[in-house]
């Protein structure tokens, strides 16, 4: 009998047949995100095409600004991965030659004949990610990429798409060898559980999360002490233990819920040895988000000089997180019926205010539905970063792309989590258009 196949998986193949065709004699630019799942992507799409004995450069980037597409060269191929389906408009306008897209986010152009475009948003909105996307795609090219699975899965996590195994995801996990457990989903799960505490951003734990002494006391009061002056990893819990500290985190954040921050624990096999996913994601976004993407990649491809630096930056990237959170908390908002809009300005790094807003919209400080848009200075930009608290009510990239159409600018993203830029000049003209907006949106629901 033969094998059902979906139709991603029909325009897959397609697509990868005709890239094969297209390239057959043509020099490859990769331009690929540069958070967890736009780095997996461009390794995974590196690995590949180094097989396929193709002259190819890699361009990892923070956002796609209609000046970066114009300043492409025309006659390569272009592949754009776990980015592009919201600048469409802009790639048709620089006409280049080949364009290839592998995206998920939600298309809001027409598209235009001459571009390839996967995404899932075409194809019943399957949920995956770019990196399986591109996985994927890079087995139909070469069916010996089995082991770029894992790559693949540590994308998935960082899109926090592993709550959501399809066949297709299912099928990826297989590949990639992993191995499971069920547990709390704080990581790292293999470290010791005084310091995961510590920097657990999701769940946000109050009194736990960046409070050293907060997660000593913890732990104390459900007996969880030290042996020999270290403290058990999760993975080293025993059932009574586990049930004792998921209570006590739910007591300290009622508003999380027990089949939230319970569930699979997914261990991966990096540099020979086994690894909590979770971590290894955060670490591969710590890297890039703090300038350092080549490390980024270099990780996933497991060059072992890698390995020392990037721990470092991880450590320096938690320690930025712990101080943007406690910024956020304490700084002046805009506020309003349903929403929230932190301005940090130059406080907060740009890199790391989507990361800001993302832990806010999974605490215990804001009502389900409450929007939250975090703004940063980026050169003489603006970064917007906006979630939609326990991602339901309103489309929150539908209001930012309402906002910015008017004012300029570029956004992409998800129903519930959205991001953009404008310029610093529009600063004021934009907030004052956005709680318009919101406000309207309000009235309207």
């Known amino acids: 009998m033969e094998k059902e196949v979906n139709s991603l998986e029909r325009e897959i193949k397609s697509v990868a047949k005709k890239f094969l065709e297209k390239s057959k004699d043509k020099k490859i630019q990769v331009i690929s995100h540069f958070d967890t799942d736009g780095i997996t992507s461009a390794a995974i799409m590196i690995q590949t095409l180094k097989k396929l004995d193709k002259t190819f450069t890699v361009k990892i980037v923070k956002s796609l600004e209609e000046e970066l597409i114009k300043k492409l060269p025309k006659d390569k191929l272009t592949l754009f991965l776990d980015l592009a389906s919201g600048s469409l408009n802009h790639i048709s306008d620089a006409k280049l030659e080949d364009v290839f897209i592998i995206d998920h986010h939600e298309i809001i152009q027409e598209i235009p004949p001459e571009i390839n475009i996967i995404n899932p948003e075409l194809k019943d909105k399957q949920k995956i990610s770019g990196s399986s996307l591109t996985y994927l795609f890079c087995k139909e090219l070469n069916p010996k990429n089995q082991e770029s699975a894992k790559l693949a899965i540590l994308g998935m996590i960082g899109d926090c798409m592993e709550k959501e195994i399809d066949k297709l995801n299912h099928d990826i996990l297989n590949d990639g060898e992993v191995k499971r457990?069920?547990?709390?989903?704080?990581?790292?799960?293999?470290?010791?559980?005084?310091?995961?505490?510590?920097?657990?951003?999701?769940?946000?734990?109050?009194?736990?999360?960046?409070?050293?002494?907060?997660?000593?006391?913890?732990?104390r009061e459900i007996g969880l002490n030290p042996?020999?002056?270290?403290?058990?990893?999760?993975?080293?819990?025993?059932?009574?233990?586990?049930?004792?500290?998921v209570t006590a985190i739910i007591l300290r954040n009622p508003k999380v819920k027990n089949k939230e921050i319970i569930g699979d624990i997914f261990l991966i096999k990096l540099f020979n040895k086994l690894e909590d996913a979770r971590e290894l994601s955060a670490m591969i976004n710590a890297c890039s988000r703090l300038g350092e993407s080549g490390l980024a990649i270099q990780l996933c491809m497991e060059i072992s000089k890698a390995k020392k630096k990037a721990k470092s930056?991880?450590?320096?990237?938690?320690?930025?997180?712990?101080?943007?959170?406690?910024?956020?908390?304490?700084?002046?908002?805009?506020?309003?019926?349903?929403?929230t809009i932190i301005n940090a300005k130059d406080k907060i790094k740009d890199t790391v205010i989507g990361t800001i807003a993302s832990i806010l919209s999974y605490s215990s400080i804001y009502k389900e539905g409450t929007i939250i848009i975090a703004m940063a200075y980026y050169s003489n930009k603006i970064k917007i970063s906006a979630r939609n608290v326990g991602r339901t009510g309103r489309n929150v990239r539908e209001i930012l792309n309402k906002v910015v159409n008017e004012i300029g600018g570029e956004v992409g993203g998800h129903?519930?989590?959205?991001?953009?830029?404008?310029?610093?000049?529009?600063?004021?003209?934009?907030?004052?258009?956005?709680?318009?907006?919101?406000e309207i949106e309000l009235i309207k629901v």
């Open 227 to 245: 042996k020999e002056g270290k403290y058990k990893s999760l993975i080293e819990l025993d059932e009574k233990e586990m049930s004792k500290l």
């Open 415 to 438: 129903e519930f989590a959205a991001g953009g830029m404008i310029s610093q000049e529009k600063e004021q003209e934009f907030i004052n258009l956005l709680k318009k907006n919101l």
């Open 181 to 219: 457990k069920r547990g709390l989903l704080i990581y790292p799960s293999t470290r010791p559980l005084n310091r995961t505490l510590e920097y657990c951003s999701k769940p946000y734990i109050p009194g736990v999360t960046g409070d050293t002494k907060g997660a000593l006391e913890l732990l």
């Open 313 to 339: 930056i991880y450590v320096k990237y938690k320690q930025l997180i712990v101080s943007g959170l406690k910024f956020a908390s304490e700084t002046e908002k805009i506020q309003g019926e349903g929403f």
